[in-house]
């Protein structure tokens, strides 16, 4: 299991060499997204953080956090 920075981490990557801009609440759907698949396909969850439910979605309090109040995320962030 990874941390859910990790995960976020790799996505952003990924998003950015496929030239794909990411705000902060798309990665908190994407986030809760992912988690549920990993659980249907492997009965355990990907990252060890509880999301949360508030009034626009899921959230993971940590990458909420982490990016709040950033519209795109680059991987600057990460440096």
Known sequence: M???RD?????LWKANQEGITVGNLQLQ????YCQG???ALHGEKLFDEKINVYNL?????SLYREYKGV???S???FK
């Open 29 to 32: 759907k994407l986030a809760y």
């Open 7 to 11: 995960f976020g981490k790799a996505f």
């Open 57 to 61: 979605g899921p959230v993971v309090t």
């Open 71 to 73: 519209k795109e995320i």
């Open 2 to 4: 990874i941390t859910a």
């Open 37 to 39: 698949y990993f659980i």
């Open 75 to 77: 991987l600057d962030k």
